[in-house]
């Protein structure tokens, strides 16, 4: 039988060899058959007008959206943490899968990435769910430590651990703080 040339878009793409599939045809079957038809609109319209950015690489891949949103769901997540948000298509998945009264804490050192999502946001009528706190993980982490009202059952979703190269010396910091929490 003749495999299907790939047609995946630059950031899938990039994210195509390194999973457990090690097939860029099924990643891109799994993606067109199950994740993009089952995509909210306003998610997909993210993930395309970040398509524009230089990082986009750094975009979270499509597939994890419906399994972020299970666990969410699945572990009745109230509060939760995005520490890395770029234009915030995680974010925006966690904010969907929240309840009305659900909060996320949203850190990135860079807000003029968050202000290319926060359109979305404010379609999906979200916004009101997420406080976005510009600057680096670790002194927040440390403030919400000591308020432990928040930390409780906390729900963590930690980008930021991606950027190993910049940032290799908060890596283990804020993950130590994650699980202190
Ligand atoms: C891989 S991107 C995040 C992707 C995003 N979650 C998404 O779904 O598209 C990593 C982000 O982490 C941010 N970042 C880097 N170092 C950080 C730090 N120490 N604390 C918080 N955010 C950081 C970067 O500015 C960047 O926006």
Not at 21 to 27: G, N, P, V
Not at 68 to 95: D, F, P
């Amino acid at each position: 039988m003749e495999i299907p040339p790939v047609k995946l878009s630059v950031f899938d793409i990039g994210k195509a060899d390194a999973g457990l599939l090690q097939s860029k045809q099924l990643y891109q079957y799994i993606l067109e058959t199950n994740v993009y038809p089952n995509e909210a609109e306003v998610l997909k319209e993210l993930r395309e007008i970040t398509a524009s950015q230089p990082l986009c690489l750094m975009l979270s891949a499509a597939v994890e959206g419906p399994i972020m949103s299970l666990l969410l769901k699945l572990v009745n997540a109230k509060k939760t943490i995005e520490i890395g948000v770029y234009t915030g298509y995680s974010l925006l998945v966690t904010a969907l899968a929240l309840p009305k009264d659900g909060k996320v804490i949203a850190i990135d050192p860079d807000r003029s990435m968050f202000e290319i999502g926060l359109p979305f946001f404010k379609k999906a009528g979200v916004e009101h769910k997420v406080e976005f706190i510009e600057s680096i993980a670790l002194p927040v982490l440390d403030k919400l430590l000591e308020d432990l009202s928040y930390i409780r059952q906390l729900f963590c979703k930690a980008d930021a651990f991606k950027c190993h190269l910049v940032f290799e010396e908060q890596y283990l910091h804020n993950a130590d703080r994650c699980l202190k929490s």
